[in-house]
């Protein structure tokens, strides 16, 4: 059991739990990004549905049920949240094809990590999370060219060539870049959390259900306690499967339900190597990190994005409007959305320099304010990122504005 979750002593206790009959209907995995919280939750889904009898659990299993798990691609899975899934569909693509190119002996590892990356992303595009929603025409078309293209690198088909493969590869990025950039979400809509409560009390003749709710520290106040009346009433076959990096900011009554498993940061040398046996990669590539190394699929640099955001805070002090069609630019258009959240977080250091005074403090913390709107008007009202940074120049300096008077 967990064999593919790497240096992190939750996998032992859950190990054991899962064992002994003692797995809770709900936990929650806490702990930093990229600690495997999210490959520890899809575990647990496909060693509960498991229907092999010696090897139950086990990442080799090849029963039907794990089959479909591997892939994930059973029906017993719910995935819901926001992720940012670019760079690591870029990054398992990259190890796919360079393991079609060399015929390599870890082939079949590479075609589900790249098949894994993407149906990450796609899970959160379900029919039963988005029926009736008034987006679901424009998803659904997304969604099924994805899924189309998938099946001709399905593992029960030879692939067909390096360039045809290169080709399909290519076409997935496109489309999943597509489907992230319109349509994910950065707080779970409430309307997801009452379509999952009416899927979870649908009795499944395959084994256990299983809802995993990634980030639960970024719902609004309403989704959070439409999940806590899910989890005061939670129906026996199904578990509920809770993620975040803050669990403080994850409502006190929501943890009185479940039980929390933590996950520790892994070291620089521990994450070196995750990156080089999941990813077959330089041990020292963004150095050694893992987010380090997801960063070097970035179509520019963070450190060429935060000079950006350096120089755009500078325009406020000096009460200079910049040319902000050069900054969308040179952030690459803010594609994946991941380099907009980095300027934001740019801005929000350049502004943190000087004597901490109490003025000082009201002004960050209303400049924290307008950068919160900005972001959401990239996010969530679909804003283009050029005007949204002209009106947070116009809100930043006003508040630099009065500060003066």
């Known amino acids: 059991m967990f064999d593919n979750l790497l240096y992190q002593n939750a996998a032992a206790l ?11 209907g709900a936990l929650l995995l806490a702990g930093p990004d990229s600690s495997g919280k999210l490959t520890c939750a899809l575990e647990i889904a496909r060693i509960l549905s498991c229907t092999a009898a010696e090897s139950r659990g086990r990442w080799q299993c090849d029963c039907p049920s794990c089959r479909k798990h591997k892939e994930l691609a059973s029906t017993n899975v719910l995935l819901a949240g926001p992720r940012d899934c670019a760079l690591e569909i870029l990054a398992a693509k990259n190890t796919f094809l360079a393991a079609v190119a060399q015929d390599a002996p870890y082939l079949t590892a ?15 595009f379900s029919q039963v999370l988005w029926e009736d929603d008034e987006k679901v025409s424009k998803i659904a078309p997304v969604v099924q060219a994805i899924d189309e293209q998938l099946e001709q690198i399905d593992g029960t088909k030879p692939l067909p060539g390096y360039e045809r493969t290169e080709k399909i590869a290519a076409e997935l990025v496109k489309q999943t870049e597509k489907l992230e950039s319109a349509f994910m979400y950065d707080s779970l809509p409430i309307q997801q959390i009452r379509r999952a409560a009416a899927w979870a009390h649908l009795r499944s003749p395959d084994g256990k259900k299983v809802f995993i709710i990634e980030h639960a520290d ?13 989890l005061e009433e939670p129906p026996s076959d199904t578990v509920f499967i809770l993620t975040t990096s803050r669990r403080g900011a994850v409502m006190p009554t929501i943890l009185s339900r479940v039980r929390t498993y933590q996950f520790a940061q892994r070291t620089e040398r521990q994450q070196a190597e995750v990156i080089a046996r999941v990813f077959h990669a330089d041990m020292s590539a963004g150095g050694g990190t893992i987010d380090g190394f997801l960063q070097t699929y970035l179509p520019v640099t963070p450190a060429a994005v935060q000079e950006h955001a350096r120089a755009f805070y500078a325009s406020v002090e000096r009460g200079m ?6 900054i969308v630019k040179g952030c690459a258009g803010f594609e994946p959305r991941l380099l907009f959240r980095l300027f934001l977080t740019g801005i929000l250091g350049a502004q943190m320099t000087g004597e901490l005074t109490a003025q000082a403090g009201e002004r960050a913390a209303k400049n924290v304010d307008a950068l919160r709107i900005c972001y959401n008007n990239v996010t969530v009202y679909n804003q283009t990122p050029g005007a949204a940074l002209e009106s947070l120049w116009r809100d930043l300096f006003a508040v630099r504005r009065a500060e003066r008077h």
Not at 14 to 24: E, T, V, Y
Not at 321 to 326: E, K, Q, R, S
Request: glycine letters at 4%; hydrophobic letters at 50%.
């Open 110 to 124: 590479a075609r589900y990590l790249f098949v894994r990356a993407v149906r990450k992303l796609t899970m959160r």
């Open 321 to 326: 409007f910049p040319v902000v069609g050069d």
């Open 14 to 24: 859950l190990k054991d739990d899962i064992a002994h009959g003692r797995l809770p």
């Open 218 to 230: 970024r719902m609004n106040e309403a989704a959070r306690n439409a999940l806590l009346k899910m």
